[in-house]
C-alpha cells in the first residue's frame, strides 16, 4: 500500500481523494496541503482522515509519505517535482506536466538521478475505448492511418472568477489547451506516435477574464498523418476522438469534466457513443464501458512506486508531450507553422 499526499485541495484534487478514498487496495491518501486553508478544505479533510501540513517543504519531511499527488497550477510542477525528488518521494504529477521542453527535462532529470516513480494525469489513456482503439490501430483494421482530430468543450471559463489562478493568462495559454486539450494531445502521441509540426490560432470571443475561449490546432505527425485538435470553454461541454484509417473510421464521443457535475461523473463519464464505419458495409454502434479512469490512473502509479510495471506514459513521452504544447502556444504567438522540438 502506498501512501500519499494529495497537494492541491481545489475540485480536482479533492476528486482525485475521492477516487481511491476506501475504494483501493493499492494506494490511500494520509495527508495533504493545499495554499487555501478554510473550514471547507478541514472538513473534507477531516472527511478522509487527511493529516493538513501547512507547507509543501514540511510534508515532505514526513518519512510516512512514500509518494505526494500535485493538482496544482501548472507553474508549480517543475519546482514541486523536483523538491519531491529530492526527499525521495514518488509523484504523481496532474496534467499538464510543463510547458516548455526544457523544464520537462529538468524535472525528469531530478527523478531519474532519484531513482523515484513518475506518473502523469492523462487518464483517458486507460479507458477501455482507448485500448481498444490502439488494438484496432495496432492489428491494421483501420488501415493506413489519415488523420486523427479531438474537439474537447466545456463552459467552465464562463464563469471564472478574475482571480481564479485558471482566468490567469500566463497559467492557461491557448484557452482549453492546457484543462482539455493535453488530454487530447497525449491520445494523438500515443496512438500515431511523435508530432512533428504545429499550427494554432487562439483567441478571445465572449468571456469577461483574460483568457482565450476558442482554439485550434493543426498537427502533422512524424509518421505522415495529420491531426486536428478543437478547444472552447465558452460554451456546452461535449468531447470527441475520431482516427480515420483507409479502412474506416473510429468516432468516440462523451464528456469532459463540466463544472458542477459529480466526482463520479467526472471519473466514470467521460466516454459515451462510439462508432466504427469501415469504407464498406453498415456502421458499428456501441456504448462505451464505464471505468473510473481517475482511479485506474492513480493505481497504475501506485503499482510502479512499488516496483512493479513502469508508468505507462514514458518519460520521452513526457518530455514530448511538453515540447509539443511549447510549439502550439509559439505557433499562437507567431501565426505560423512551428517545429517540435
Not at 10 to 33: D, P
Not at 218 to 236: D, H, I
Request: net charge negative; glycine share 10%; charged share 25%.
Amino acid at each position: 500500500m502506498i501512501n500519499a499526499a494529495i497537494v492541491g485541495l481545489g475540485w480536482w484534487g479533492r476528486t482525485l481523494v475521492e477516487a481511491i478514498s476506501g475504494q483501493s487496495e493499492r494506494m490511500r491518501f494520509v495527508a495533504g496541503s493545499t495554499r487555501t486553508l478554510n473550514d471547507d478544505v478541514k472538513g473534507f479533510a477531516e472527511q478522509h482522515k487527511l493529516k493538513l501540513y501547512s507547507s509543501y517543504e514540511e510534508m515532505l519531511e514526513d518519512p510516512g509519505i512514500d509518494a505526494v499527488v500535485l493538482a496544482t497550477p501548472h507553474s508549480l510542477h517543475v519546482p514541486q517535482v523536483i523538491a519531491a525528488a529530492g526527499k525521495g518521494k514518488h509523484v504523481f504529477c496532474e496534467k499538464p506536466f510543463a510547458l516548455t521542453k526544457a523544464e520537462a527535462e529538468e524535472a525528469v532529470a531530478a527523478v531519474k538521478r532519484a531513482g523515484v516513480a513518475l506518473g502523469l494525469g492523462y487518464n483517458r489513456r486507460w479507458h477501455p475505448e482507448m485500448r481498444k482503439l490502439r488494438e484496432k490501430i495496432a492489428s491494421g483494421d483501420l488501415g493506413v492511418i489519415l488523420h486523427v482530430e479531438a474537439t474537447m468543450t466545456f463552459p467552465n471559463a464562463l464563469f471564472l472568477k478574475p482571480e481564479a489562478w485558471r482566468a490567469n493568462r500566463e497559467e492557461t495559454p491557448c484557452g482549453g489547451l492546457t484543462p482539455m486539450g493535453v488530454h487530447a494531445i497525449d491520445g494523438m502521441i500515443d496512438l500515431c506516435g511523435p508530432i512533428d509540426e504545429v499550427y494554432c490560432q487562439s483567441f478571445r470571443r465572449v468571456v469577461q477574464i483574460d483568457a482565450d475561449d476558442t482554439t485550434s490546432v493543426l498537427f502533422r505527425m512524424k509518421e505522415g498523418m495529420s491531426g486536428y485538435l478543437g478547444t472552447m470553454t465558452a460554451t456546452g461541454g461535449g468531447f470527441s476522438f475520431q482516427v480515420y484509417g483507409s479502412k474506416g473510421y473510429v468516432r468516440l464521443e462523451g464528456m469532459t469534466h463540466v463544472a458542477g457535475a459529480s466526482s463520479e461523473e467526472r471519473r466514470t463519464r467521460l466516454f459515451g457513443r462510439c462508432i466504427f464505419k469501415p469504407t464498406q458495409g453498415p456502421a458499428e454502434e456501441w456504448d462505451a464501458e464505464r471505468l473510473d479512469v481517475t482511479r485506474a490512473c492513480l493505481e497504475s502509479f501506485a503499482d510502479a512506486a512499488a516496483g512493479g510495471e513502469p508508468f505507462p506514459i514514458t518519460l520521452d513521452e513526457m518530455v514530448h508531450g511538453a515540447s509539443v504544447t511549447e510549439a502550439i502556444i509559439r505557433s499562437a504567438e507567431t501565426h505560423k507553422p512551428e517545429k517540435v522540438a
